[in-house]
């Protein structure tokens, strides 16, 4: 049974703070996604991953398929990232089907 | 493009009524999704289309809920007796081809609907 594990469950941070999210996962994947729900409920979905990094404005996503790791990291955080983060993966050999998401991390940027 | 549509955005019913929501996906995306997000589970994958054909009802609760796909513009997901527990946020996503698989596009979410029934 795939497992995804999301840490920190909550965090609060101030402005300007260099954020990182870790997401674990049990068994081998062939995608792995990260996405923001805003407080409103709606849900971005930010990143796709299958290897290495990517970047976009100030968000970093890094993941690590040895080790079954996955970070979500925000430079020069601010108010209006504060949101839900939630890691999503595909075991291999899944379609579009098959996704397990963690619980998400509860993130709050004070200014 | 409008993104992904959902109706209605809010819905409040008694257990026992029969509950229908809906989709329009986005125009050209060949994969739909259902999701429901609850606090204790989370996020989870109910259902998937891809061209307008169910291809895995695994993530469906139980019989009360059922899910159509008529055109390839228009989706719905319907509980039929409603129950309290199924009281969560519904949302609908849709993906170009490849569904999320490595190297496809990922997929983009309507704002869903929030159920309560009482």
């Known amino acids: 049974k795939n497992e995804v594990e999301q840490s920190p469950q909550n965090l609060t941070a101030q402005e300007g703070e260099f954020i990182t999210i870790n997401c674990s996962y049990s068994?081998?994947?062939?995608?792995l996604h990260w996405l923001q729900q805003h407080p409103g409920g709606g849900i971005v979905s930010l990143f796709m991953?299958?290897?290495g990094k990517k970047k976009h404005g100030r968000l970093i996503a890094t993941i690590n398929i040895q080790e079954k790791h996955s970070s979500l990291h925000i430079t020069a955080s601010h108010p209006r990232d504060s949101a839900v983060y939630i890691c999503a993966v595909r075991p291999v050999g899944g379609g579009a089907d098959g996704l397990t998401f963690g619980k998400g991390t509860h993130l709050i940027i004070q200014p | 493009d409008a993104g992904v549509i959902q109706s209605p955005r809010h819905e409040v019913t008694e257990m026992g009524q029969e509950v229908t929501l809906r989709c329009k996906p986005i125009s050209g995306h060949d994969y739909l999704f259902w999701y429901r997000q609850t606090m204790m589970r989370g996020l989870e994958l109910l259902i998937y289309f891809n061209n307008n054909v169910p291809i895995d009802d695994s993530g469906m609760p139980e019989d009360r809920f059922s899910a159509k796909m008529p055109n390839a513009s228009f989706s719905t997901l319907k509980i039929q007796p409603s129950e309290p527990r199924d009281s969560a946020v519904y949302f609908c996503?849709?993906?170009?081809?490849?569904?999320?698989?490595?190297?496809?596009?990922?997929?983009?979410f309507g704002p869903g609907t929030r159920l309560l029934v009482l």
């Open positions: 996503a849709s993906s170009p081809e490849g569904g999320g698989l490595p190297g496809q596009e990922t997929q983009y």
């Open positions: 068994v081998g994947i062939s995608a």
């Open positions: 991953l299958s290897s």
